[in-house]
């Protein structure tokens, strides 16, 4: 994996992203953390009511624990299109997608 991390924190991050989607077998995940340093993970959801990417779900996730801002968020697996629920919170997180080549790039 090639590392553009400039935060330590963002690599930690696709640490708990690459180990989730590992784990799990799901289609991505993804890991967030908040502006007081606390960490969510989550996997997308492909339920016959209710189908959210990894982003949409670590997001409520994280907005369920009344988190303030989001500092940086990492996406492994298949790249998530509905990054604009972090963005429109959250204008100055990082946002990182890793793909199954193990490539990083800013989402």
């Known amino acids: 994996m090639s590392n553009i991390f400039e935060n330590p924190e963002d690599q930690k991050l696709a640490t708990l992203a690459i180990s989730t989607l590992a784990r799990t077998g799901a289609k991505q995940a993804a890991a967030l953390r908040d502006t007081t340093g606390r960490t969510y993970v989550a996997i997308n959801i492909a339920a016959p ?30 790249k998530a299109a509905l990054t604009a629920v972090i963005t429109d919170n959250s204008p100055q997180a990082t946002i990182f997608h890793i793909d199954a080549n193990g490539d990083v790039a800013r989402a």
């Open 49 to 78: 009511n209710l189908t959210l990417d990894a982003v949409q779900a670590v997001f409520t996730v994280a907005a369920a624990s009344q988190i303030a801002g989001i500092e940086g968020v990492v996406i492994a697996g298949e």
